[in-house]
């Protein structure tokens, strides 16, 4: 198997994903991703879908990512390991679909307004 490249996103976060035959190590911006998530929710975030398509140990994965904040960065991740699996077997789009780990959460932040203090701070009101 060769290398697979594939790319996440969430918010302003951007994941690049190369996955190759390995035996599980994850590696986050040359760092152990369990140094770079040190949290176990967002640990979990990103082996989520390797959890559930029984592929934890089966590839090493290396990840440049930037933008955002941790939690963004860990979805946009879980995004794009996501879609690997579904590369390099279809059957797993079975598993993966039904949990929402193929879809790219659009949300984005709200811009500011101007001559308003945040995005959704409504004008004065006045009745003349």
Do not use: C, W
Not at 45 to 66: E, P, R, W, Y
Not at 67 to 78: D, M, P, S
């Amino acid at each position: 198997m060769e290398t697979i490249h594939k790319i996440g996103r969430r918010k302003t976060a951007v994941a690049r994903v190369y996955v190759s035959e390995g035996k599980g190590n994850i590696t986050v911006n040359k760092k152990d991703f369990k140094d770079y998530f040190t949290t176990s929710h967002l640990q979990y975030k990103v082996m989520q879908a390797l959890n559930l398509t029984d592929h934890a140990t089966s590839f090493d994965i290396k990840v440049n990512v930037f933008g955002g904040g941790v939690t963004g960065q860990a979805e946009a991740i879980r995004l794009a390991i996501s879609r690997v699996l579904v590369e390099l077997n279809a059957e797993n789009r079975l598993i993966l679909k039904p949990e929402g780990l193929l879809t790219r959460d659009p949300r984005m932040v709200e811009r500011k307004k101007f001559g308003q203090k945040k995005a959704r701070k409504k004008f004065q009101f006045s009745k003349r």
